[in-house]
């Protein structure tokens, strides 16, 4: 993500808190802000899930995860893909 993108972008803790973004130089930091966008999140959440049910953060998360692992390159040969991005997806 680069920096006009993450300026414009929201971040939520797994909580529903906004997170506000500062820069320091070539670092980013994000801090609590204090206000609540659980509402926010859950809409936000629903949309990348496809709307099904209350949807939970790491569920979610762990759902991105996934669809990136599946749709990773290099696919073959089979060894220099687990070389370069291991045998198992992330999670979080």
């Known amino acids: 993500m ?31 802000s204090g206000r609540s966008g659980v509402d926010e999140l859950k809409t936000a959440l629903a949309q ?21 692992w599946l749709n990773r390159w290099p696919r073959r040969p089979g060894w220099l893909r687990r070389l370069v991005l291991g045998s198992k997806p992330p999670t979080v």
Do not use: I
């Not at 680069?2 to 130089?25: H, I, K, N, P």
């Not at 990348?48 to 990136?68: K, T």
């Open 48 to 68: 990348v899930s496809g709307g099904e049910g209350d949807p939970d953060p790491r569920v979610v998360a762990n759902q991105v995860l996934d669809n990136h």
């Open 2 to 32: 680069e920096r006009d993108e993450a300026q414009s972008a929201t971040f939520y803790d797994l909580d529903g808190q906004v997170l506000q973004l500062s820069f320091a130089g070539d670092s980013a930091a994000l801090w609590p």
